[in-house]
């Protein structure tokens, strides 16, 4: 990151549903047998083959100044054995970058994973724990062709820090 960044505290918020709805959906666990609706997640996952697997992270700080988007398909995430973590998020939009001031950021708790909408920018998985497993659903390429991000630094000269 360089030195030049002016770091923004970024307060974390307390995850609700209606909170986190301009940047996709809280999926909580619900009674098996119940027919689809839209407590279940509304997923978009058409343009391609859908990957899901588990990612294993390393602690990469509570900081950032790189905010990423996936445009062809929505992208659900949660961590693995109940853990808790953060993640910062800016609504879609048409616009090559953020604005800095839309820049939510959010504690998930390890009952629930969440969908991000298609073109929500986000920042993380980030935690306190050394290492963390999530599980990712999106698509077999997202990570080669559909991967857009902002350096929040070069853009706007700033980085932000989750407190």
């Not at 048409?94 to 708790?109: D, L, S, V, Y």
């Amino acid at each position: 990151m360089s030195e030049s960044a002016t770091v923004q505290v970024l307060p974390v918020q307390r995850l609700t549903p209606e909170q986190f709805a301009p940047f996709g959906q809280v999926i909580y666990p619900s009674p098996d047998g119940l027919p689809f609706g839209p407590d279940d997640a509304q997923l978009q996952l058409q343009n391609g083959i859908p990957r899901f697997y588990i990612m294993q992270l390393e602690h990469q700080g509570l900081r950032f100044h790189k905010i990423t988007r996936h445009q062809q398909c929505t992208q659900c995430l949660g961590a693995l054995e109940g853990k808790d973590w953060l993640i910062a998020v800016a609504p879609p939009g048409p616009a090559a970058a953020p604005e800095p001031e839309a820049i939510k950021a959010f504690r998930i708790p390890g009952n629930c994973f969440i969908k991000l909408e298609v073109g929500t920018w986000h920042a993380g998985p980030h935690f306190e724990a050394d290492t963390i497993s999530f599980y990712n659903l999106e698509l077999s390429d997202t990570n080669i062709s559909d991967h857009e991000t902002c350096d929040l630094t070069k853009t706007f000269g700033l980085a932000f820090e989750l407190t």
